[in-house]
């Protein structure tokens, strides 16, 4: 079967630098994303991976390695908004998009 | 209109009504998609549509239909609510071309009693 797995929780300082795994097992990989979701919002765009690196855009980086099946969201600068949900999602063989259950993070003053 | 609006925006039914959930966008994005979301799950694509006048099933579309007359629409139908439908519906629509991001709709909160 297909499987994204994150963190459900985390903690961190305003201030801080927080790092959010994913690790995905799907049929195929044409890509992953992460979206941010605050509560009782709509998921919204962040970034884009699809070929193995670092991908910077400002305070926000995301890192993917396909070989490892693996990829992290590391929030530079924590801000109180910040405090949402972080989901990641990846694009399999049928170009369809298989969402992890996102994690909850909780910036503290 | 700017994006994707979703209507209603809550909705409180009667277990085997029938009830549709609107949803417009107007980007003239070629794909549509209609999700839910679960508390501890990730988001579930319920049905799908390419371009307008095709559509298709996702992880879990048993007791939904949806149509794709045009561009801009994509209306779910839950033909006789069950509780297990209580849920946040999302709709998203995405361009098709280069990284083909989903856009997300604000939702709608439905609960079947």
């Known amino acids: 079967g297909q499987n994204i797995d994150q963190p459900t929780e985390m903690t961190a300082t305003e201030g801080a630098i927080v790092q959010i795994n994913c690790t995905y097992q799907?049929?195929?990989?044409?890509?992953l994303f992460w979206y941010q979701q605050h509560a009782g919002e709509a998921p919204t765009f962040l970034s884009y991976?699809?070929l193995d690196g670092l991908e910077e855009k400002g305070r926000f980086s995301s890192f993917l390695s396909r070989s490892k099946g693996y990829s992290y969201l590391l929030l530079k600068e924590l801000q109180m908004k910040d405090s949402a949900s972080y989901l990641c999602?990846?694009?399999?063989?049928?170009?369809?998009?298989?969402w992890g259950a996102g994690t909850k993070l909780i910036i503290k003053p | 209109i700017a994006g994707i609006t979703q209507a209603p925006t809550s909705q409180i039914l009667a277990a085997g009504r029938r009830m549709t959930l609107r949803c417009t966008q107007d980007?003239?994005?070629?794909?549509m998609y209609w999700y839910r979301q679960d508390l501890g799950l990730g988001l579930r694509l319920i049905h799908y549509s390419n371009t307008a006048g095709t559509t298709g099933k996702g992880e879990v579309p048993d007791g939904y239909s949806v149509s794709r007359a045009n561009t801009d629409d994509f209306p779910l139908t839950l033909a006789s609510a069950v509780p297990s439908q209580t849920s946040v519906y999302f709709c998203?629509?995405?361009?098709?071309?280069?990284?083909?991001?989903?856009?997300f709709g604000p939702g709608t909160r439905l609960t079947v009693l």
């Open positions: 999602a990846v694009k399999d063989s049928n170009y369809q998009l298989i």
């Open positions: 980007m003239r994005h070629n794909a």
């Open positions: 799907t049929s195929g990989f044409n890509g």
């Open positions: 991976n699809v």
């Open positions: 998203a629509s995405s361009d098709g071309l280069d990284t083909d991001t989903q856009y």
